[in-house]
């Protein structure tokens, strides 16, 4: 079975950085796309940002000019470099592919 597995996450201050992970178990050259989500307390799950299979990248707007998405077929591995992080980003974040499914998620808290 595929898996998907983040990593990354941790307890930052306002305003840092981070850079989240997500290896999948086999090839992603032929995914069409791949995103990434995420999901506060009490919150219904978010889109945060996708990649297609000719690498365009879109973003949510709460993360726009901030977040940037990225893979590296050679690691079969899919990147969220998130800059300028803001308290509100704090989540559980998942990657997802259409035909992979759901990683398990990571935890990225944004605090002072």
């Known amino acids: 079975q595929v898996q998907l597995v983040e990593s990354g996450g941790g307890l930052v201050q306002p305003g840092g950085s981070l850079r989240l992970s997500c290896a999948a178990s086999?090839?992603?050259?032929?995914?069409?796309?791949m995103g990434w989500y995420r999901q506060a307390p009490g919150k219904q799950r978010e889109w945060v940002a996708t990649i297609t299979s000719s690498g365009g990248t879109n973003y949510a707007d709460s993360v726009k000019g901030r977040f940037t998405i990225g893979r590296d077929f050679a690691k079969n591995t899919l990147y969220l470099q998130m800059n300028s992080l803001k308290p509100e980003d704090t989540a559980s974040y998942y990657c997802?592919?259409?035909?992979?499914?759901w990683g398990q998620g990571t935890q990225v808290t944004v605090s002072s």
């Open positions: 997802n592919a259409p035909e992979l499914g």
């Open positions: 086999r090839s992603i050259f032929s995914l069409k796309s």
